[in-house]
């Protein structure tokens, strides 16, 4: 069966520190992968998604940006966090073909303080 | 995506079935209705989705009217493990619509003793 994992389950970050979210898909191949974010008392927002090795789309302008450097990775990143950035993260993956069929992974509490 | 309609909350007793309404008066004849839940702190978590036809899984049931205008979830034993926000969504399911599911405020599922 197919599995995603994401890390870190919580971190609190400064403003202007760098942040890294991990994201990894096991038990199948070429998944759609996406990143999305969940502000406190407000609706899942997608912020990018990938159908592909090296392959990302995003979709809002931000201060943040995400790289797939291998078929089942997917990886959120900043350079530099604003206080806007906390909020919930989760990475999400679909089968190539089913493209809103979407599974959730457990999801990562970022507070920037 | 049309837009959808759902209570703000219901209650259940448990080992009774959970009905939970959707209307999606705008539907369009290439959407589909999506159902995810929400546990607190969890990412959510895919239920079941249909076209046109009823559809039945291990988790729930959905039922489609026929002019495709509403839907209900069902749980046909509620558990209190099953106390959540319930989302119902519209949504392509191919073209570009990638991970495009626009989650509103769902209904609060409480499930008690």
């Known amino acids: 069966s197919q599995t995603i994992h994401q890390w870190p389950a919580t971190l609190v970050q400064p403003v202007g520190s760098p942040l890294s979210l991990e994201c990894t898909v096991e038990?199948?191949?070429?998944?759609?992968l996406y990143w999305y974010r969940q502000a406190a008392g407000r609706g899942l927002q997608l912020l990018f998604y990938?159908?592909?090795?090296?392959?990302i789309s995003s979709e809002v302008p931000q201060n943040l940006s995400a790289s797939r450097p291998q078929d089942r990775q997917f990886i959120l990143s900043s350079k530099k966090l604003l206080l806007s950035d906390s909020g919930f993260y989760l990475c999400?993956?679909?089968?190539?073909?089913?493209?809103?069929?979407?599974?959730f992974g457990e999801g990562s509490w970022l507070t920037v303080v | 995506d049309a837009k959808t309609t759902q209570p703000p909350s219901m209650d259940c007793a448990e080992g009774r079935a959970a009905n939970l309404p959707c209307n999606h008066s705008?539907?369009?004849?290439?959407?589909?209705v999506y159902w995810y839940r929400q546990i607190h702190s969890q990412g959510p978590q895919y239920i079941i989705h249909?076209?046109?036809n009823n559809e039945t899984n291990e988790m729930a049931s959905l039922i489609i009217t026929e002019d495709r205008k509403s839907s209900t979830l069902i749980l046909p034993h509620a558990t209190l493990r099953d106390t959540a926000v319930y989302y119902c969504?519209?949504?392509?399911?191919?073209?570009?619509?990638?991970?495009?599911?626009?989650f509103g405020q769902g209904t609060i599922l409480t499930v008690h003793p």
């Open positions: 999400a993956w679909s089968i190539r073909g089913k493209r809103n069929t979407i599974y």
């Open positions: 038990g199948t191949s070429n998944p759609n």
């Open positions: 990938s159908v592909g090795i090296g392959q």
């Open positions: 705008t539907i369009s004849g290439n959407e589909y």
């Open positions: 249909g076209l046109k």
């Open positions: 969504i519209v949504s392509l399911a191919g073209g570009t619509s990638y991970g495009k599911l626009t």
